[in-house]
């Protein structure tokens, strides 16, 4: 897929986000790459056979005092690459999309990875019930 298909897919999933918290996104920068760096991957603990598809860098909400100010943006980054080898059709890679910068954006606001995915599982969960 071409990188601005993509990036337009990526700014549709933002847009998928409740405007509730969209409104709340404070200093964060989201970003397209083709892959995770070697030292994103150390970051992330992510293992040889493991795939990122989605990382925030940065300070999250809930760790920001009263002196939190005069620095660079965080920073989410989708992995193109990464994502599109777990997705086969553009439906699939943009629902990927829209689930991974939900995904980051909750580090954001500060959930740990281990919260995260029990709210992704409890999403699924609702899903399958419908």
Do not use: C
Request: charged share 35%.
């Amino acid at each position: 897929m071409e990188r601005s298909d993509f990036e337009k897919l990526v700014e549709e999933g933002i847009g998928m986000i409740s405007e509730e918290f969209l409104a709340k996104l404070e200093n964060v920068a989201i970003v397209v790459e083709d892959r995770p760096t070697r030292e994103q991957l150390r970051k992330a603990k992510i293992g040889k056979n493991h795939l990122l598809l989605g990382l925030y860098e940065g300070v999250p909400q809930t760790k920001r005092g009263p002196h939190y100010g005069m620095v660079l943006p965080d920073k989410i980054t989708i992995f193109q690459k990464s994502i599109e080898s777990v997705a086969g059709t553009k439906k699939e890679i943009k629902e990927q999309i829209k689930n991974t910068v939900w995904h980051e954006i909750a580090h954001h606001f500060g959930s740990s990875e281990e919260s995260v995915r029990r709210a992704e599982a409890e999403k699924r969960k609702i899903k399958q019930d419908q």
